[in-house]
């Protein structure tokens, strides 16, 4: 159940912003029914309660030269407080890595790694991956198509 009481209006403000986070607020007001000072104010305390965490640009990995995508299943030796702590910290500091997760099941940990092709991959897992404090065994998975990208929350599920 979220900390910010969200209500319909929420609800539409951030399914819009989700879709779009560069709309003008006019037209964001118009949108969901409100007028644009009440929308901004919205906005605000959304972002100010943490609901909304921040906005970014969605960049397409190839044109940045960035064509391979793994997902690295990663088993540790113990789990205790202090070695989970370490993994973490030395994951969080790494650019390759854009997602981490820590999980239930065969692995401990998965990682979404991005890097620019199959030799950088094999460099990054060598020289960093195989490094971190506390791994014991690491699975790679390298994703052949992207069939659905990153795309917004489910917020039809939220109560209204």
């Known amino acids: 159940m979220p900390n910010h009481k969200l209500d319909r209006f929420d609800r539409k403000l951030l399914e819009a912003l989700q879709t779009d ?27 100010e309660s943490g609901v909304i965490k921040g906005y970014s640009a969605i960049l397409d990995q190839e044109k940045v030269g960035l064509g391979l995508t793994v997902f690295v299943d990663i088993k540790v030796e113990r789990h205790q407080e202090k070695e989970a702590e370490a993994f973490c910290e030395a994951v969080s500091v790494l650019p390759e890595v854009v997602m981490a997760h820590l999980v239930s099941g ?5 990682l979404q790694v991005v890097v620019p092709d199959l ?12 490094k971190l404090p506390g791994v014991r065994d690491i699975r790679s998975n390298f994703a ?6 990153q795309s917004p929350l489910p917020l039809i599920h939220l109560p209204v």
């Open 21 to 47: 986070g560069r709309v003008p607020n006019t037209d964001l007001a118009e949108e969901i029914g409100l007028s644009p000072s009440p929308c901004s104010r919205r906005v605000r305390l959304l972002e």
């Open 106 to 110: 065969e692995s401990d940990f998965l």
């Open 119 to 130: 030799r950088a991959y094999k460099e990054f897992l060598t020289n960093t991956l195989l």
């Open 144 to 149: 052949i198509q992207t069939v659905k990208p």
